[in-house]
C-alpha cells in the first residue's frame, strides 16, 4: 500500500481525533465533576482488572484490549467508515476528559510522564487502524457504485494493519506496562 493512497484517510482521522480531545478536555475545564465520572466508570471497567497483576500480564491485557479497539475500528470501515469515525470520536473524548482531569490534578508534566513513553506508538495505531477504516469504508462505497474492488482493497488494508498497527500495539502495552509505571513517581 503506498503511504500517498493513505495520507488523506491519516490526515482525517488525526483531525477527528484531535478535535475530539479537545471537545473532552474542554467539557471537563467547564465541569470537573464529568471527568471524575468518567474517570470513576473506567476504573471501575478497565483499570480494576489489571492493576494487582504483573508487568506481563499488564502487557498482555493492555495488548489485547488495544488490539480489540483497533480491530473494530477497521472493520468499522465496513459501515462505510460510520463507526470508525464513532469509535475514534468516543475514544478521543475520554482521552481529552481523563487528560484534562488530571491536568487539573496533578499538572502538565505528569499527564506528559503518563501518555507520551506508550502513547507515540498507541496513538499512531489507533489513528492508522481508523485510517484503514475509512479506506475500506470508502472502497466499499466506490464498489456499491460499480467501481473498485473491496474485497482486494480489504486483503491489502488488512495486510497493512498487520505489519504497522500489531506492532506498534505491541510496543505500547510493553512501554505502558514496564516504563510508563517508572517514569510517572519521577514527576509525581
Known sequence: MSEPRLLPAIIASLAIFCLCIGIGALAVWQDPALGERVLGVLNEELFADILDDSPALISLKLFLNNLGACIILFLGGASAGLLTVVILAA???????????????????????????????????????????????????????????????????????????????AIAAVVEAFITPAIIPLVA
Do not use: C, D, K, W
Open 91 to 169: 475514544n478521543g473524548v475520554v482521552i481529552g476528559v481523563v487528560t484534562e482531569l488530571v491536568r487539573q490534578e496533578q499538572g502538565l508534566l505528569y499527564v506528559a510522564a503518563a501518555l507520551a513513553p506508550h502513547g507515540i506508538f498507541e496513538i499512531p495505531a489507533f489513528i492508522t487502524a481508523s485510517a484503514l477504516g475509512l479506506m475500506l469504508g470508502q472502497a466499499l462505497l466506490l464498489e456499491l457504485q460499480g467501481g473498485g474492488n473491496a474485497a482486494g482493497s480489504a486483503g491489502e488494508f488488512g495486510s497493512a494493519f498487520v505489519r504497522v498497527v500489531v506492532p506498534l500495539l
